[in-house]
């Protein structure tokens, strides 16, 4: 326990479920996604950033140091309340400028996404939006969103560039990421995702633009420190399986971690992706049954984006039974972006994997939080709630873990806990 006498201490009391997520700092697999770390009328001492104590009240109220310094414990009573990890927004695009309202209206009259981004819409149409904004204007977006992102429960964001596809347009975007979370009291992970779609002026000539991005933008980006991942978008209208390799292989040659957006539309071969070792493969709709066993028996996770399949109005949701069943790691995230799912709450996008994706409530909790943080590699920080890890936590007006999901587009976090201190979002 603590001996200095100056405070930053904080007790959360009362707490009415406690899901500590508590375990092997290794992604969960089958069965164990379900092991939440479920304990009831518990309490959470933190300090100096980090949780110092997490359990049963009685047990915890009964420390000698609790009991001599209480006066210096700032004290937040739960009053019967749920609390869980800070939820961990694993795969973000925000740095955009505008809505895609045209697109939205022309999905609604039966364009798909191809058509649309044919027709100059889809990401290319955000493309030109981002080239004329400022750094400072895609700065204050980013901050909004990471606000929103908050609000709902979240405390860890893995943001991606992507929609400026020049040189000075990516580096303008991971400035304008890095800027607001500067601002912002949760994480934020910075990705380069350059390689999203070929740009408007590079048409025909896609390998030259993959030379530039492997070239020039992955070397400079990882000069200027400007992210700690590599993605790419391999599927049908954007990268091939070669492309895509290329440039996991460039981000790896500069020092970054890699992952990459596969099985969206049509299937990927994975088994090459992975000997570049990425953290995560993202989306997942489509995956082959050769790549789930090989999957299962890696450390890869698979994240899965049903925002994106709600928001697209697609019947077909990511095969999420299949892939627990046989044993890959799993994780949600949000994908918040402004043509295929605008929602900064995984709070919804857990309502979805349980309605749409047979997920249960405890699964849904276990991908937002430790399973996401192993898609980030950050697990030995994040995502569970054990002394000595970050205190990152959200208080839900619930009684029952099982309302985060089952009261959809209903915003029930109520507090929010970054680094040990409370955010006072005024919701309680
Ligand atoms: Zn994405």
């Known amino acids: 326990m603590p001996n200095s006498t100056q405070s930053p201490y904080l007790l959360l009391a009362n707490i009415g479920q406690l899901l500590t997520l508590r375990g092997a700092n ?15 009328d518990a309490a959470v001492l933190c300090g100096g950033g980090k949780i110092l104590a997490a359990g049963p009240q009685r047990e915890l109220l009964r420390d000698p140091w609790l009991r001599t310094n209480r006066k ?76 929103a992102m908050l609000e709902q429960g979240t405390s860890v964001v893995e943001a991606k560039s992507g929609y400026g596809l020049s040189v000075e347009d990516e580096i303008k975007s ?95 071969k994975l088994k090459p992706l992975l000997e570049h070792q990425p953290a995560s493969f993202d989306h997942m709709d489509c995956v082959q049954p050769e790549d789930v066993s090989l999957l299962a028996r890696g450390e890869t996770v698979a994240v899965l984006l049903p925002g994106a399949n709600y928001f697209l109005g697609h019947k077909d949701f990511p095969d999420a039974r299949r892939l627990i069943d046989a044993g890959v790691p799993l994780a949600l995230a949000t994908d918040y972006n402004p043509g295929t799912s605008p929602t900064p709450s995984m709070p919804f996008v857990m309502s979805l994997a349980c309605t749409h994706m047979k997920m249960t409530p405890a699964e849904a909790i276990a991908a937002s939080t430790i399973n996401a943080a192993c898609a980030l590699r950050m697990q030995d920080r994040k995502g569970s709630l054990e002394a000595g890890k970050d205190a990152d936590m959200a208080i839900f007006d619930v009684k029952d873990y099982r309302e985060i999901a089952y009261w959809f587009a209903w915003d029930r976090c109520a507090e929010m806990v970054v680094a040990g201190k409370l955010m006072g979002l005024g919701k309680r």
């Open 26 to 40: 290794v992604p969960r697999r089958g069965r164990d996604l379900q092991e939440i770390g479920l304990i009831k």
């Open 72 to 147: 210096k414990v700032q004290e937040l009573d739960c009053r019967g309340q749920v609390v869980i990890p800070g939820l961990i927004d694993c795969h973000t695009h925000p740095v955009f400028a505008e809505p895609r309202l045209v697109d939205f209206e022309r999905r609604i009259g039966g364009a798909g996404y191809e058509e649309i981004a044919a027709a100059g819409g889809g990401i290319r149409s955000s493309v030109a939006a981002v080239r004329k904004s400022s750094r400072g204007e895609l700065s204050k977006k980013v901050l909004a969103a990471l606000n």
């Open 174 to 268: 991971l400035q304008a990421i890095r800027d607001a979370a500067r601002q912002w009291p949760g994480e934020v992970v910075p990705t380069l995702l350059a390689a999203h779609v070929v740009p408007q002026e590079y048409g025909g000539k896609a390998d030259e633009y993959v030379k530039k991005v492997c070239e020039e933008m992955i070397p400079l980006v990882a000069k200027k420190k400007l992210a700690q991942y590599v993605d790419v978008f391999c599927d049908r209208g954007a990268f091939t399986q070669e492309q895509s390799e290329k440039v996991l292989a460039a981000g790896r040659k500069h020092g970054l971690g890699t992952r990459a957006h596969v099985c969206q539309f049509t299937a990927a």
